[in-house]
Structures are given as structure tokens and as C-alpha cells.
């Protein structure tokens, strides 16, 4: 239909209040946050930003709240994110089609996005039993060594608008189940999902009889986020976004010697050996290449195909993204929506640029195409590079995936690696020596390595992050935990004798 095809701003406008109000969220006041939906570039609503003073009094808030929640068992914590993970099912669409208006995410995106939430909070109310410290053998008679972990503080969490609601929660579930209280900070690209998940954190709080203050929102531009980055009361900084983001924060931080949790850039890369099943391999690598238009930290970027597959692999690749369907996110069918702005956009052309000046022919895609209003819709990209250049190093943003080959896997590892990130990565093979090779201590230097899979769609239950250039922090499950908690080692001595340890005498 014609409504669907092009939504007028009004008709997309009523949708995110309706939405809005669903979730538990009242129409805001006028301010000087302009909400947006990247399907045509415009206004859904604006809000106001967090002043100062607002943002000292959420920290106040979080910070006496903490006083209290530390003290509460963490099992019982865990009610809260139980009744959270329940809202979550309760309005997994409406959520999901926010997310689709803010973000531009399609449906089926968007809603996994959501379900991503879900199941981290499953993961942290079990994890509230598990809590564990361990105890280890003391060298001295009649005592007792272990170590206890406690609550830690404030958590704030900066987060970025390509998953604006999944990093909230893979953050906010653990800290609270953690004991820690939290002060959000969201991308100014998407405040409205995050007004919807404060309400509904909100709303699990008071329908459990929690502190509702355990959760705080503050929105605004940078500033609001460097307000937050400095406040010593804040014992935690968990930030999602570019490594320009994580140059400024990790300095600051650090100098009031705080906690840091980076999730920063990514480069990934996929290689592709002779053995590969190249039909698996195309859906692998055209879902994490395309997927998103482009916008996960964890999108394939670099594919590194021996020479011997690089042909065939490619006229299968690019077979399928002739068929992708590429605009309206609202529309069933639809697989690329639109990149999140125009600097996105214009960030895209100037790396295509870079690429063919570099040498590098373009297989397919890169065009701006018609999508409703003034939305950036592209087709995604492929560039056969005769080398990893400078701008193959860097992380563009957008649907650029760039090809280039190996005959020798030793030198597709060295290749692979030779990026200033270090997030994801995949190997294509039936091999098994390759496979061990690319996860071995000389394979892939990234946090995430995986086998016949692509790099991007990682489940909650494993921890999440990378090294270099994207942080080194952990995120989600495994004992990602340990950063949101602070570690106290105890001794107890239940004899009458006092024995120094290292068997040191003082008399
Ligand atoms: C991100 O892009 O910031 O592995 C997070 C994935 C998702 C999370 C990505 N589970 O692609």
C-alpha cells in the first residue's frame, strides 16, 4: 500500500507515540533532543536533555540507592529482572517495532534484538545464584582463606544506537543482579527506545516491590556523557561506541582511577580456506555482512578467500546481494533499512572512494537508492582489494565488505590480524588442522573466533568483547560479571595461635 511504501512523518509520528504510550512512556515535553527515524530522516518528537543539575541528582539518586540495593540478597535481587524479562515478552513487538522506527532495524531484526534481552536476563537471575568465590588451602594451621564478591557501585552505562536496547540490558541485568545501581546514558540517536526501557525497569521495580531508583536515565549530547565519565561516585563506566568515544572516556576514567568496560570498534574478518562449503559460507558472510545495513560492531567487514575459491565464492555472494531487498524496514521482506543518518552516508562514499583509488574494483552495490522521504538506503558494497590498504584498516560504519586473497594460510592469519581491533572473527573450513590453527594462540587475535559461522549474531551465554583497538572489555555471560563486582579476599583465623604468614617470626 501506498501508506506503507511511503509513511507520511505524521502517520510514523503517531505510531512511535502510540508505541510509546504502550510501553508506559507519556508524550515528553518539547526540548532540544530531536528523536528521529532514519526511514525518512525525520522528527518523531523531541525531548529534553538532561542539564546539569539533573544529572547530579540522577548520580545522587543511583548513589544513595546503592546503599540499600547492596544489602538486598542477590536472589531476591533477581526478581526484579524476572518481572523485567516478563515485560520484555509482554511487549516484544512494540519494543521491536520502536526499535525498527528508531534505528531502522527490520522487523525480524529488531524483535531478535529484544528476544537478545530476554535472554540475558534469563541468564542473570540464574546468575544470581551463582555468584561464586572461591576458597583456597591456607598455609597456616585453624584458618581459612577465600575471597567474596561484592556489589560494586554505581554502573554507568554509555551505550551506542545500533543495539539500543540489548547493550542496556546485557548491562543493566547483570549489574542489578550484581547489586550495583545504574545511571544510562544513551545515544542521542535513540532516546525514545531508551524512555521505553527505563519505564519498563521502572515499572519491574515498583511491581516487586524494589527501589525504582536503582535505575536512572540521563539523555543528552556528549557533554551529559563526560558528566557521567567524570563523577567519582560512578565506580563503573561501561561504554559502547567508536574508539574515539573510548579514547576520551578510558583517559578520564582512569585518572580518578574508576572502572572502564570498552566495547569499541570492530574490523571483522572472515577467511574462507579451499575446503569451505562455499554455500554455507555465502549465507554466513551475506548475513553478517549486510545485515543491520552495515551497523553492528560485529559486521563482517574484510573477507580473506583463497585464491582458489575467491571467483566461485564471490559469484555466489554477489548473486546474493542482487537479490537483497533493500528500503522501508517497516515492510515485510525487506532485509537492508537504512543507514542510521547522512554522515553515515557520506562516511560510506568517502571509504568506497578511498578503496578504488587504492586500486580496488568494485563488484557490486555502494548506490544511494529511492527509499520513502529522505532516508539513506544504499546497496551493500563489495570491493576486491589487491591489498589491505589504510582504509581496509579502519572501521567504516556502512555496507562495505572488502575482499581480498591468500594462497598461504599462515600469511590469511598475519593479514587477518593486522588491524588496530580486535572484536570478531570467523574461519570457513572443513579442514580441521585450519580450524584449531585460526583459534590457536597464533590464529585469530580477536575476542571472538568462530568455525563455519559468521561474525556477527553472538548468543548472550558467552562473554562478549574484544581486544585492541575495541577495548578488551567483557560483556553478557561466561563471568563477564566479575567487572560489575568488587573481589575481597578474606582470611579467618579460628585458632588461638596467630602464625605470620610466610612463616615470619615478630617477638
Ligand atoms: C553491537 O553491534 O554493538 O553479536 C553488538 C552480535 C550481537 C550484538 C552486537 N549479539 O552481533
Known amino acids: ?244 568515544m573510548g579514547q576520551q572516556v578510558a583517559p578520564r576514567v582512569a585518572a580518578r582511577f574508576g572502572r572502564c568496560l570498552l566495547e569499541l570498534g570492530g574490523n571483522n574478518a572472515a577467511i574462507v580456506t579451499p575446503t569451505a562449503d562455499l554455500e554455507l559460507a555465502t549465507r554466513g558472510i551475506v548475513f553478517a555482512a549486510a545485515g543491520t545495513a552495515g551497523q553492528r560492531c560485529t559486521t563482517l567487514r574484510r573477507l580473506i578467500a583463497h585464491a582458489d575459491v575467491a571467483g566461485p565464492l564471490l559469484d555466489r555472494i554477489s548473486a546474493a546481494y542482487r537479490q537483497l531487498r533493500v528500503g522501508n524496514p517497516l515492510e515485510d521482506g525487506v532485509l537492508v533499512g537504512p543507514l542510521i543518518n547522512e554522515r553515515a552516508y557520506d562516511g560510506m562514499r568517502a571509504a568506497l572512494e578511498r578503496a578504488l583509488a587504492d586500486g580496488g574494483e568494485l563488484v557490486c552495490g555502494g548506490e544511494r537508492v529511492e527509499g520513502p522521504g529522505d532516508g539513506f538506503y544504499v546497496r551493500p558494497a563489495i570491493v576486491r582489494m589487491p591489498a589491505q590498504t589504510a582504509v581496509v584498516r579502519e572501521e567504516t560504519f556502512a555496507p562495505i565488505l572488502y575482499v581480498m586473497t591468500y594462497q598461504d594460510l599462515d600469511a590469511a592469519i598475519e593479514m587477518h590480524n593486522a588491524v588496530p581491533q580486535g572484536l570478531s572473527s570467523s574461519i570457513f573450513t572443513q579442514n580441521q588442522r585450519e580450524a584449531e590453527r585460526f583459534l590457536a594462540a597464533d590464529g585469530s587475535d580477536c575476542g571472538i573466533a568462530n568455525v563455519n559461522i559468521g561474525t556477527s549474531g553472538a548468543e548472550i551465554g558467552g562473554a562478549f568483547g574484544g581486544e585492541k583497538q575495541t577495548g578488551g572489555g567483557r560483556e553478557s555471560g561466561s563471568d563477564s560479571w566479575k567487572a560489575y563486582m568488587r573481589r575481597a579476599t578474606n582470611t579467618v583465623n579460628y585458632s588461638t595461635e596467630l602464625p605470620l604468614a610466610q612463616g615470619i617470626r615478630f617477638e
Open 1 to 244: 500500500s501506498h501508506a506503507l511504501t511511503a509513511p507520511a512523518t505524521r502517520e510514523l509520528r503517531e505510531r512511535a507515540e502510540n508505541l510509546l504510550r504502550r510501553l508506559g512512556v507519556e508524550p515528553p515535553a518539547p526540548g532540544e533532543i530531536s528523536a528521529r527515524t532514519p526511514i525518512t530522516g525525520s522528527e518523531l518528537i523531541s525531548l529534553p536533555a538532561s542539564d546539569k543539575a539533573e544529572v547530579e541528582a540522577a548520580i545522587a539518586r543511583a548513589d544513595t540507592a546503592f546503599r540499600g540495593w547492596r544489602t538486598v540478597p542477590a536472589p531476591q535481587r533477581a526478581a526484579v529482572v524476572r518481572r523485567l524479562a516478563a515485560l520484555l515478552t509482554e511487549h516484544q513487538d512494540e519494543l521491536g517495532e520502536l526499535v525498527t522506527l528508531e534505528a531502522g532495524k527490520i522487523g525480524p531484526e529488531a524483535r531478535g534484538e529484544v528476544q537478545e534481552m530476554i535472554d540475558v536476563c534469563e541468564f542473570a537471575i540464574g546468575l544470581s545464584r551463582q555468584l561464586y568465590g572461591r576458597t583456597m588451602p591456607s598455609e597456616r594451621p585453624g584458618h581459612r582463606l577465600m575471597e567474596t564478591w561484592h556489589p560494586l557501585g554505581v554502573v554507568g552505562v554509555i551505550s551506542a544506537f545500533n543495539f539500543p536496547v540489548a547493550v542496556w540490558a546485557w548491562n543493566t541485568a547483570v549489574a542489578l543482579v550484581c547489586g550495583d545501581t545504574v545511571v544510562w546514558k544513551p545515544s542521542e540517536a535513540t532516546p525514545l527506545t531508551a524512555l521505553a526501557c527505563h519505564a519498563l525497569l521502572r515499572r519491574a521495580a515498583a511491581d516487586v516491590g524494589a527501589d525504582p531508583e536503582v535505575h536512572q536515565l540521563i539523555q543528552g549530547p556528549a557533554a551529559v556523557g563526560e558528566q557521567l565519565v567524570d563523577d567519582p561516585r560512578v565506580a563503573l563506566v561501561s561504554a559502547t561506541g567508536s574508539v574515539r
